[in-house]
């Protein structure tokens, strides 16, 4: 296991290099001026020289090879640079704000997994009921939905008929958790409705199968009531697909977020990313593409590892 831990992180190294290349390539080509904009923005009397020596101060006149040298070498140095626009340390940036992405991707899990494996698990043991079909249903018309389709809908609602807006500050969890949850609950709610639809259709389909085997029937034949059947000897193996979901789900959930916060005016990693884009600010959104692809990384690698968890059979190969 230690020897897969070890080439696993040895295969992200040029996985995250290859990443951060690509948008280093992609902020070169954007057109726009962070420089310009900082002394007055595009098609304004700006003055050349004052306009020269601020791009001499960022480095933006540097050849690209030699920005991209300097970008990589201090990434793995641990320095993500300082924000164009305010002055301040990307790591500094990323660190404020991301109590609040993580507080609604946690919570948006509660929600996901609270409603997507009793439901998936009660669709397979009701199969072709009424409520098999409902639930079905209910999953294709969420996956279907896109996030930000479903949070402007659920926001016009609100906004229209119950004159609710969302608010200009949110609370910080670790200071008001009661009110943060409050706070975070329907954004999470949007996300996490997608997110249980997928995973309850895996749960479903993967409960099927397993119920068919050879070993649930012969559980059931030898006495054992049927809860412990479905939790101790199904769940368990069925379990494996629904775990691979919830990996993908939780990279998308990170882009997810991007929006959402947007939508909900949530300050946030992803509404961190989307104001870095609209200044122009290279350093910021390579330093919060960096985050998001390290966390992807240890996402991936945290669901091969539950895979060794889950089946002992991948554990011992």
């Keep these: 296991m230690t020897a897969y831990i070890i080439k696993r992180l040895l295969w992200a190294i040029p996985t995250f290099i290859g990443a951060m290349t690509l948008i280093f390539l992609v902020m070169r080509v954007l057109p726009g001026d962070v420089a310009l904009m900082m002394l007055g923005g595009e098609g304004q009397n700006v003055d050349p020289v004052q306009l020269e020596q601020l791009r001499t101060q960022l480095g933006l006149n540097r050849p690209l090879w030699e920005q991209y040298g300097f970008f990589i070498w201090d990434l793995f140095r641990g320095d993500m640079g300082k924000s164009l626009w305010t002055g301040q340390p990307v790591w500094t940036e990323i ?49 279907s ?23 200009l500050e949110y609370a910080p969890v670790w200071q008001n958790p009661g009110v943060a949850i409050q706070q975070l609950f329907l954004p999470a ?38 809860r412990t059947v479905i939790t101790a000897h199904a769940l368990r193996n069925a379990i494996l697909p629904v775990v691979t979901i919830w990996g993908m789900e ?62 002992p059979r991948i554990r011992y190969k």
């Design 250 to 311: 939780t990279i998308m959930l990170i882009g997810g977020t991007v929006i959402i916060e947007t939508i909900f005016n949530i300050p946030g990693v992803g509404r961190l990313m989307v104001d870095s884009i609209n200044h122009r600010d290279v350093n910021l959104v390579q330093g919060v593409t960096a985050f998001i692809c390290i966390v992807v990384l240890i996402v991936n690698l945290l669901v091969d590892l539950a895979y060794a968890a889950i089946d």
């Design 189 to 226: 709610i949007v996300l996490g409705f997608r997110q249980s639809c997928t995973t309850m259709r895996m749960t479903r389909s993967s409960m099927l199968e397993v119920m068919r085997e050879d070993y649930v029937r012969t559980a059931r034949a030898m006495g054992v009531r049927e």
């Design 145 to 167: 939905i896109p996030n930000f389709y479903l949070g402007l809908l659920i926001l016009m609602v609100l906004v229209t008929y119950f004159k609710w807006f969302p608010p």
């Design 95 to 143: 660190t404020t704000r991301l109590p609040y992405t993580l507080s609604l991707v946690v919570l948006t899990f509660c929600v996901s997994i609270s409603i997507a494996l009793p439901f998936g698990i009660t669709a397979a043991i009701k199969q072709d009921s009424w409520i098999d079909y409902t639930l079905r249903t209910i999953s294709i018309a969420g996956i």
